[in-house]
């Protein structure tokens, strides 16, 4: 099963920048989409924004779309996540994700695997 580590959380002023990344170890075959989700305190974990490893096709919540840009490293097997121009309601833990299915879900249940998440709080 593939293990996944994020990183790049942080504390960020509203407006600003962040860069979070995601590192895919032991990845087979049947790990097809990488994604990103969020859970806020209190909230259902959301999607976020999705990657295949093949090819340039890219899927984003519509709450991000032109601010969020996912990319990835087939080298480096990682993923990252580009966030700029934050606002509060971006705070949350985000997570990566591993999936199989061979086309773009926002449904956490079509992802088997999970990193431990990283916090991004911002602040107003």
């Known amino acids: 099963q593939v293990q996944l580590v994020e990183s790049g959380g942080g504390l960020v002023q509203a407006g600003g920048s962040l860069r979070l990344s995601c590192a895919a170890s032991?990845?087979?075959?049947?790990?097809?989409?990488m994604g990103w989700f969020r859970q806020a305190p209190g909230k259902e974990r959301e999607f976020v924004a999705a990657?295949?490893?093949?090819?340039?096709?890219?899927y984003y919540a519509d709450s991000v779309k032109g601010r969020f840009t996912i990319s990835r490293d087939n080298v480096k097997n990682t993923v990252y996540l580009q966030m700029k121009t934050l606002k509060p309601e971006d705070t949350a833990v985000y997570y990566c994700a591993s999936g199989g299915r061979p086309y773009f879900t926002a449904a956490a249940a079509d992802f088997g695997s999970w990193g431990q998440g990283t916090q991004v709080t911002v602040s107003s």
């Open positions: 032991g990845r087979t075959f049947s790990d097809l989409v």
């Open positions: 990657i295949k490893w093949i090819g340039s096709s890219t």
